[in-house]
């Protein structure tokens, strides 16, 4: 039981990070150096069992941007139907790692019961939590134009 609560509690603090405003509303673009190649990077968010609201999709590229503000951020409505794609773009090689959470009342953030997210939210490379994930659990190497899939989770 103490595991149990231990996990839960540190996978609320950790989810409290993707509430920050700065992820709402960051939409810094990464600027590719010229002599380094460039890439893009699909995010396909399935899952989706709520169908309104907007989807805050957060790019990291590091583990204080993953836990902190987003390199790049996407803001996209939930579509009436089917899977929703994000698109980054202009991309240099190397280690990201993808954070999202379904704002269901225009808020821009993440809502909790207690300490419990009330509000869908998914990471890159996880598809069942045991626990708050990090950046080394959630990331990817980006090689080449790349699409990865992400599944919404609700607690």
Request: hydrophobic fraction near 40%; glycine fraction near 6%; aromatic fraction near 8%.
């Amino acid at each position: 039981m103490k595991t149990i609560i231990t996990s839960v509690t540190a996978l609320v603090l950790f989810i409290t990070t993707l509430a920050k405003p700065c992820l709402a509303q960051q939409t810094a673009t990464v600027t590719p150096t010229s002599t380094s190649a460039v890439h893009s990077l699909t995010v396909v968010v399935h899952n989706v069992n709520t169908r309104s609201g907007k989807l805050y999709v957060g790019l990291a590229n590091n583990q204080a941007t993953f836990n902190g503000e987003s390199i790049q951020t996407k803001t996209i409505d939930v579509s009436p139907s089917g899977e929703i794609t994000a698109v980054f773009e202009g991309l240099a090689p190397g280690r990201y790692a993808v954070r999202v959470y379904q704002d269901l009342n225009n808020n821009q953030k993440i809502d909790f019961s207690g300490q419990i997210p009330s509000e869908p939210f998914g990471f890159s490379n996880v598809t069942m939590l045991m626990g708050p994930p990090d950046f080394d659990q959630s990331s990817f190497e980006l090689k080449e134009n790349q699409s990865i899939r992400i599944r919404m989770l609700e607690m």
